[in-house]
Each structure stands twice: as structure tokens, then as C-alpha cells.
């Protein structure tokens, strides 16, 4: 399909580690990334990915690419209450730099 | 660094008047800005792109008489929406980048059409 696809929810216990799965469009996708947005608010990067790496470390955040599947995941370690936003992948797509496109976004309740 | 703000952050207006919302970077200066639209539940769906000093391109669907989008200077970017009506109510979320690589998002507006 055209969309970006992500699960809607995901719920998991303080302290877990958390993994947020996407599927993307664009095999030719330059750039992929994922942003958090809490409640009314805009949204934050995170961290983004390029195409020709398979994985990223940041901190508590991983990003794991699969080319082939076109699969994107963000996982969480030592999840906290405060991760608990709706967590958007988004990719580039065509050749004008810069054109964003977003998954329908995972909430991510983190219980205590 | 990196801060990019919109005002106002509410508006409600009444149906058939014109809103303007404001994207601007504090920190840097844009070449190209971006305004996407969020329904409730739904993606961000990207609207316009706007590069200063030149015409917005807007992504198909998307009615450029009904949405105005200026790009005057660096640092400054305009939506208008108008001839408002409750189907646009939204929450309205620019963004700005220097590089290809890099986006970085207004907090939004969220539009409320009576």
C-alpha cells in the first residue's frame, strides 16, 4: 500500500523495554525517523536513520532498519512514564528534499 | 537551539471569516518550511512546502485558494486559511529545516471553525 503503517497502541510496565514497529513505502527512502508528540503539544525528533545503516544507538533509543522488509522499529529500553506519548516513523519520500511522511502513529501508555 | 514557534497556538473563529497562523524559526534561518494538517487520531498529513521568496507546492488535494501559504523571509512563514469553515478545523503544525536531513516541528495551532 502507499501508507505508512504502524500499530496503533502499545502498553507496556515502567522499566520494560518498549519496541514500536513500522513499515514504510519508499525503498528508495533516504532518510527514516521517528518523532514523539505528547498531548497538544507539537512534535519532538528523536532520532532519524539513514538508509545505509542498519542500526542506531542513542542513549535508552535503538533504531533497527530492514531494507529489504522495509521495517523500521524504535525500541525503548528502560521505558518510563515519561515516554508515554504517541510515537510517529516518518519518511522521505521523492525527490524534494525534505517531504515528510508519517505513519498514523503508536500511543505508548507506560504503566508504574 | 533549533526552536521553531506558532502563534497563536488557539484560535476559534466563526465560519466564513480568514485565520492566519504564523511559523517562525527563532534560532536559524529556514530555506524551506513545511505545513502539515493532524486530525484527531490520524497522521500528519503534509500539506504545502514553501521554499523563501517562491511559491508554495502544494501536495495534491490540497486547495491553494483555500490555503495560503507565504514564505517572506527566512525566518517567517504564514498559513492563511480562508473563508474558514468548520470542516477545517485542525491542528495545524509547521516545520522548518535547513537540510535535507533534519526537520524541526512548531508546536501547532489547533483551529477551531464554529
Known amino acids: 500500500g502507499e501508507d505508512v503503517e504502524q500499530s496503533l497502541f502499545l502498553s507496556v510496565r515502567e522499566g520494560d523495554s518498549s519496541v514500536i514497529n513500522c513499515t514504510y513505502t519508499?525503498?528508495?527512502?533516504?532518510?527514516l525517523y521517528w518523532y514523539k508528540q505528547e498531548p497538544g503539544a507539537g512534535l519532538q525528533l528523536l532520532t532519524y536513520i539513514f538508509s545505509n545503516m542498519d542500526m542506531k544507538q542513542d542513549q535508552r533509543l535503538t533504531v533497527l532498519l530492514n531494507k529489504k522488509d522495509k521495517h523500521l522499529s524504535l525500541r525503548i529500553a528502560d521505558t518510563q512514564t515519561g515516554d508515554s506519548a504517541i510515537y510517529f516513523c516518518?519518511?522521505?519520500?521523492?525527490?524534494?528534499?525534505?517531504?515528510?511522511?508519517f505513519g498514523r502513529g503508536t500511543q505508548l501508555t507506560v504503566w508504574p | 537551539g533549533a526552536v521553531v514557534s506558532q502563534h497563536p497556538s488557539r484560535v476559534i473563529c466563526k465560519s466564513g471569516t480568514s485565520v492566519k497562523i504564523e511559523c517562525r524559526s527563532l534560532?536559524?534561518?529556514?530555506?524551506?518550511m513545511f505545513w502539515y494538517r493532524q486530525f484527531p487520531k490520524k497522521s500528519l498529513m503534509l500539506m504545502a512546502t514553501s521554499n523563501e521568496g517562491s511559491k508554495a507546492t502544494y501536495e495534491q488535494g490540497v486547495e491553494k485558494d483555500k490555503f495560503l501559504i507565504n514564505h517572506a523571509s527566512l525566518t517567517l512563514s504564514t498559513l492563511t486559511v480562508t473563508s474558514a469553515h468548520p470542516e477545517d478545523s485542525s491542528f495545524y503544525i509547521c516545520?522548518?529545516?535547513?537540510?535535507?536531513?533534519?526537520?524541526?516541528f512548531g508546536p501547532g495551532t489547533r483551529l477551531t471553525v464554529l
Open positions: 516545520s522548518a529545516g535547513t537540510r535535507s536531513d533534519t526537520q524541526y
Open positions: 516518518a519518511e522521505i519520500r521523492g525527490s524534494t528534499l525534505g517531504r515528510l511522511y
Open positions: 519508499d525503498s528508495s527512502s533516504t532518510y
Open positions: 534560532d536559524f534561518q529556514a530555506t524551506t
